[in-house]
């Protein structure tokens, strides 16, 4: 599904961020790239949907390298969340919900269904459609970036602490709640976090990043057992 050979990123500056990354993500696989602040993680993420460039080597998203495909197509195939999700605090939580929809033109009757049966997939009634994002808990509002990236039904899915700014109790539900959902869902995720207990919980496979580079790419339970 992802596929990243002999990755490197260099800044513009020379700070090399990534360095030769080799890593074969598998379709239906959760990975949590997990590292100190400053170690690539993000670089990592943003080389994926294109929004840095690759400085050498080739990422290959479902066998074509990124650089053959058109950055609309290949962000409307990958779902994007960060933690400053940054939902658009005039239009309600169902036009922030299908925002793709209104980019793609679908017609209302379309976004209004896929708004609807998205929200089901949360712990949320259905009035919230009706709010703005102010009327939302932090929590709330990233259950909804989540959605958000649902929208287009992308086969992959980019998750950048997507709970780091939650109090420890919501994060938690949140975890939970997720990673029922992925299993519903049969996406790929690739989660960065810097949170060892959050990559455990939730990972199928570990990628420990330093400095740049992979130290050990591992399940949870091989990680228990040779940390
Ligand atoms: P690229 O060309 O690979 O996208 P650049 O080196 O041109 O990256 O930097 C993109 C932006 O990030 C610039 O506006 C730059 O000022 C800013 N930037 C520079 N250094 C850092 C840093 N250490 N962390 C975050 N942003 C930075
Ligand atoms: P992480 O997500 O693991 O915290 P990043 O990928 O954001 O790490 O950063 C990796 C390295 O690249 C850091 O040294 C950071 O300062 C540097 N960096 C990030 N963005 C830029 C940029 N736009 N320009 C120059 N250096 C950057």
Same mark, same amino acid.
């Given at each position: 599904?992802?596929?990243?050979?002999?990755?490197?990123?260099?800044?513009?500056?020379?700070?090399?961020?990534? &360095?030769?990354?080799?890593?074969?993500?598998?379709?239906?696989?959760?990975?949590?790239?997990?590292?100190?602040?400053?170690?690539?993680?993000?670089?990592?993420?943003?080389?994926?949907?294109?929004?840095?460039?690759?400085?050498?080597?080739?990422?290959?998203?479902?066998?074509? *390298?990124?650089?053959?495909?058109?950055?609309?197509?290949?962000?409307?195939?990958?779902?994007?969340?960060?933690?400053?999700?940054?939902? %658009?605090? +005039?239009?309600? $939580?169902?036009?922030?919900?299908?925002?793709?929809?209104?980019?793609?033109?679908?017609? &209302?009757?379309?976004?209004?269904?896929?708004?609807?049966?998205?929200?089901?997939?949360?712990?949320?009634?259905?009035?919230?459609?009706?709010?703005?994002? +102010?009327? =939302?808990?932090?929590?709330?509002?990233?259950?909804?970036?989540?959605?958000?990236?649902?929208?287009?039904?992308?086969? =992959?899915?980019?998750?950048?602490?997507?709970?780091?700014?939650?109090?420890?109790?919501?994060?938690? *539900?949140?975890?939970?709640?997720?990673?029922?959902?992925?299993?519903?869902?049969?996406?790929?995720?690739?989660?960065?976090? +810097?949170? %060892?207990?959050?990559?455990?919980?939730?990972?199928?496979?570990?990628? $420990? %990043?330093?400095?740049?580079?992979?130290?050990?790419?591992?399940?949870?339970?091989?990680?228990?057992?040779?940390?």
């Amino acid at each position: 599904m992802l596929e990243f050979n002999n990755v490197t990123k260099r800044y513009a500056d020379g700070t090399p961020a990534v &360095k030769n990354l080799d890593l074969k993500i598998e379709k239906g696989e959760f990975v949590c790239f997990i590292g100190p602040s400053g170690c690539g993680k993000t670089t990592t993420m943003k080389m994926v949907n294109r929004l840095i460039d690759i400085t050498d080597g080739d990422i290959r998203f479902d066998d074509k *390298s990124i650089k053959d495909q058109n950055p609309v197509e290949l962000r409307r195939s990958i779902g994007y969340v960060i933690q400053q999700i940054g939902l %658009m605090p +005039h239009m309600t $939580i169902k036009e922030n919900i299908v925002l793709v929809g209104t980019l793609l033109k679908w017609p &209302k009757e379309k976004k209004e269904q896929r708004a609807r049966e998205l929200l089901k997939l949360v712990d949320m009634p259905e009035e919230y459609l009706d709010k703005y994002p +102010h009327e =939302l808990s932090g929590g709330q509002q990233q259950r909804i970036g989540v959605l958000r990236a649902l929208a287009s039904n992308p086969p =992959l899915i980019l998750m950048d602490e997507p709970f780091g700014a939650l109090d420890p109790i919501t994060r938690d *539900s949140l975890q939970e709640e997720f990673k029922k959902l992925q299993k519903e869902l049969d996406k790929t995720i690739v989660f960065v976090t +810097h949170d %060892m207990d959050e990559a455990l919980k939730l990972a199928d496979r570990v990628v $420990i %990043m330093r400095d740049g580079e992979v130290v050990q790419a591992d399940t949870p339970d091989e990680i228990l057992r040779n940390p």
